[in-house]
């Protein structure tokens, strides 16, 4: 496709159930972001994924967060145990090489009840 | 202290006006800054970018970096009704975005 595709859009979940998120990046683009916007919190950066690089997982919260990207393309981002707290968008964003390339899909809005 | 500080708004002005939003830094290895224009429900899109103090000039928007005093401004000329989104500003010094909370802003018809 043209764009990011990040799917579901939308997710309600229980607490304490598992819940994973996709992200289909643009074709060819590098490298991939997942990024979670809460309310008036602005983003705040979770992992990142650069080729075959191991990612840098410095923003994930908690070892509940985990995210994998297989064969440098299609991304999950997995949250174990979720908490109430982790209800938030989840926004994934790919780009080539510069740093300002980001382009960002329209996010998952994840609420957990 | 966050990194990236921005005021929230909200802010409304009439369509016409020029509006002016800011953003100032605490990280001095910054050394890209962005826009992103986020309407609801969307992801950011990234209106304008730059790599040095000075303006840049797009259409009816303006960016502006002050690297001397941390300080970024987005203007822009002729606000629409279309305009009306939160908008974002963004710093890296490397691979990562750091964005500041955003500002809500209502062009009023």
């Known amino acids: 496709g043209a764009g990011v595709s990040q799917s579901p859009s939308n997710k309600v979940t229980e607490k304490g159930k598992d819940v994973e998120l996709r992200c289909d990046p643009i074709?060819?683009?590098?490298?991939l972001y997942w990024y979670r916007q809460s309310l008036g919190q602005g983003l705040e950066f979770l992992i990142y994924?650069?080729?075959?690089?191991?990612?840098?997982k410095s923003g994930l919260p908690s070892d509940r967060f985990s995210a994998e990207r297989t064969g440098g393309s299609v991304s999950t981002l997995t949250i174990q145990r979720t908490q109430q707290e982790d209800s938030a968008v989840y926004l994934c964003?790919?780009?080539?090489?510069?740093?300002?390339?980001?382009?960002f899909g329209s996010g998952t809005r994840l609420t957990v009840v | 202290q966050k990194e990236v500080e921005q005021d929230p708004g909200p802010l409304s002005v009439p369509e016409g006006a020029i509006v002016s939003l800011n953003c100032t830094y605490s990280?001095?290895?910054?050394?890209?800054f962005m826009w992103y224009r986020q309407y609801s429900r969307k992801g950011p899109e990234l209106l304008m970018y730059?790599?040095?103090?000075g303006n840049k000039e797009d259409g009816r928007f303006t960016a502006q970096v002050d690297k001397s005093s941390k300080y970024i401004s987005l203007f822009i000329r002729d606000s629409q009704p279309s305009d009306s989104a939160t908008y974002l500003c963004?710093?890296?010094?490397?691979?990562?975005?750091?964005f500041g909370t955003g500002t809500r802003l209502t062009i009023i018809p």
């Open positions: 964003a790919s780009r080539p090489g510069q740093v300002y390339g980001y382009t």
């Open positions: 074709s060819g683009h590098t490298a």
């Open positions: 994924f650069q080729g075959n690089s191991a990612p840098d």
């Open positions: 990280n001095s290895a910054f050394q890209y």
């Open positions: 730059t790599y040095s103090s």
């Open positions: 963004a710093m890296s010094a490397s691979e990562k975005l750091t």
